[in-house]
């Protein structure tokens, strides 16, 4: 019997209250509650008479009883609930179902903790043999009262029995209850919990998979870091290795090269005594040998001295007698060409070492070159020139003799080109040359040199060729122009630009329109020397030039004797000029004519003088 009424197990399969029906321990409290009421129903139903309220008190309280020991208490008997009495209205008489024989049974005793049951008590017997004989097929025999007598008696019988049985399962259902109450408010939040403890456990997996990946990456990084920390330290070791036998060798070699050093340091002592010594023995000896030496120099440059000075004597008497010049015009002419071939030789290179000073004398040459070629009777472009000269002087005595020289050499290029063609263009030219060395005195020699080396008749010399000297040099030396190994002009181009050449030289000495330091005193010289010179082809045609441009300032200064020279020109020089100067000396005699018919030698009519 569970709950205190009736077992399920004796209760038949097709009863409403069968086990399918009951609920254990495990089931809540509403429904142990509505199974209660069941019970109650169920044992009522049973009873196959209608049975009133009155008379089934006993049973309806004891459901009652029984119904509240599900709190843990006993309740006093109460009115039956509404639905109790609602199903009281409405009960009919039980109708009994066909069932097979009854089978007797043992009831299980019923335990707090187990479905298991306790032995029953003779009260209990009592009770379920009444219901075993309400339900039994032969109950027809056994009057109504004395069933409900045997109800009554039994269950009197068996209440205050079961009581305390019931209040102890009354109180372990309800602790099962509460504790099964409990297990469902708590299961949720258990489940929860394991939830987040899944979701825990999930994220720590990952994290650790992560970490592990990460330790795994830093295990491999920290792998590849002892190695390359390694390399380095075995380089490094290398490097030390190499560094300590490095020093090793340096100091070996220093070490080395400290022997030797010592050991040539000795040897060089060794030495030095030994020069010393010797150089003793050598300078006592040297001495000896030196004065010994001494007086033969002494005596071998006095013999030298002589036969130099006898040298000397024989070559200009040699040259003198070659050139066929007078000593004295020689002796004046030889410094100045010396005076040419030394800036030629000297001054000229060594100003052309200097990068800034051959700028400079580029810029001199051109504004020479510029100046003589545009020459006319401008005063204004004679003073450029000497403004250049000037500038010249002040950059250094070197670079005014050069540029006095490039001046005089681009003069003398000026009158064997356009002299020769217009010989009136002699005079402008012959004051540029006045100006300038009245200003700058050193300008007359290097002019004067200039002059001689491009025309030797200036001097007068007339040129001899020695016996085994080459035709070419001796042209050369006579001023024909060489180029390519043989001669560039003819005999009649050379002597035009000769007559150019000296009348620039006859236009100098006879300028008297401004001072000249080189005046018409050195052209009568000139004119009597060439006349002491033996002629030559060329010599008719150098006088008549030289008249031609000086005449006038000649017989103008010197008038009577001029005349005598003049007669001596006609009646001495011109009958033993030689053959192969017959047309000029023709020309020459000629002018003589007319100019003694005249009784004077008139200035050209196209004499150029300068303008301001």
């Not at 509240?68 to 009919?92: E, I, L, N, V, Y």
């Not at 010249?392 to 290029?413: H, R, S, Y």
């Not at 080189?518 to 010599?539: C, D, E, F, Q, V």
Request: proline fraction near 6%; aromatic fraction near 6%.
């Amino acid at each position: 019997m569970r709950y205190g009424l009736i077992d399920d197990e004796e209760l038949p399969a097709e009863s409403p209250l069968s086990s399918t029906q009951l609920q254990g321990p495990s089931s809540s409290h509403s429904q142990s509650h509505r199974q209660g009421r069941v019970h109650g129903r169920a044992a009522t139903a049973k009873s196959p008479f209608n049975v009133p309220a009155a008379a089934s008190g006993a049973n309806t309280s004891g459901s009652r009883l029984i119904s509240s020991g599900r709190s843990g208490r006993s309740t006093p008997s109460r009115t039956p609930t509404k639905t109790s009495q609602s199903h009281d209205q409405h009960a009919t008489p039980l109708q009994t179902p066909q069932r097979t024989p009854f089978q007797p049974f043992d009831v299980q005793p019923f335990d707090a903790q187990t479905p298991s049951r306790t032995p029953a008590s003779s009260a209990t017997h009592h009770f379920s043999r009444t219901v075993r004989l309400l339900q039994s097929p032969d109950r027809g025999s056994v009057s109504r009262d004395q069933i409900l007598a045997q109800i009554d008696s039994d269950a009197t019988a068996a209440m205050p029995a079961k009581a305390s049985q019931h209040l102890a399962v009354v109180e372990a259902i309800s602790s099962r209850v509460q504790a099964q109450i409990q297990k469902q408010q708590i299961d949720p939040i258990v489940r929860s919990l394991e939830q987040m403890r899944l979701e825990f456990e999930s994220k720590a997996s990952l994290r650790k998979s992560e970490l592990n990946v990460v330790i795994e990456s830093l295990e491999q990084a920290n792998a590849r870091m002892r190695k390359s920390v390694d390399a380095k330290i075995k380089q490094l070791q290398e490097f030390e290795r190499k560094q300590a036998e490095e020093a090793q060798r340096i100091a070996d070699a220093a070490r080395k090269r400290e022997e030797e050093a010592q050991a040539e340091a000795k040897r060089q002592e060794e030495q030095r005594k030994q020069a010393e010594e010797k150089a003793a023995a050598d300078a006592a000896a040297n001495a000896a040998a030196k004065l010994k030496a001494d007086a033969a120099k002494a005596k071998a440059d006095e013999e030298k001295a002589a036969a130099d000075l006898a040298k000397k004597q024989a070559q200009t008497a040699r040259r003198a007698e070659e050139a066929a010049v007078a000593a004295a015009a020689w002796k004046e002419a030889n410094p100045c060409l010396e005076a040419v071939m030394r800036i030629k030789t000297q001054v000229r290179p060594a100003v052309m070492a200097n990068a800034a000073t051959r700028n400079s004398v580029f810029k001199f040459k051109m504004l020479i070159t510029q100046k003589t070629g545009q020459l006319t009777r401008s005063l204004k472009k004679v003073q450029a020139l000497d403004r250049n000269l000037t500038e010249a002087n002040k950059a250094g005595p070197q670079m005014f003799e050069l540029v006095m020289d490039m001046t005089a050499k681009q003069i003398i290029k000026q009158a064997s080109t356009e002299v020769a063609v217009k010989r009136n263009m002699a005079f402008p030219l012959a004051n540029v040359c006045v100006l300038l060395f009245n200003k700058h005195k050193e300008f007359l020699p290097i002019l004067l040199g200039r002059f001689i080396k491009k025309c030797p008749y200036i001097v007068p010399l007339y040129p001899r060729k020695l016996p085994d000297e080459p035709v070419l040099q001796f042209r050369k030396r006579q001023g024909y122009k060489i180029a390519d190994g043989q001669l560039s002009e003819t005999d009649v181009q050379y002597e035009e630009r000769m007559c150019g050449i000296l009348s620039l030289y006859a236009a100098i000495v006879q300028t008297d329109n401004i001072p000249n330091s080189y005046g018409i005193a050195h052209g009568w010289t000139w004119i009597a020397r060439i006349l002491n010179l033996k002629p030559r082809k060329i010599t008719p045609l150098l006088i008549h030039t030289f008249l031609d441009v000086a005449g006038h300032a000649l017989f103008t200064t010197y008038k009577s004797q001029a005349w005598k020279l003049a007669m001596y020109i006609a009646n001495v020089s011109l009958p033993i000029m030689p053959p192969s100067a017959n047309a000029s000396t023709t020309r020459l005699k000629l002018y003589l004519e007319e100019q003694v018919k005249h009784r004077t030698i008139v200035r050209d009519a196209k004499f150029i003088d300068l303008e301001p």
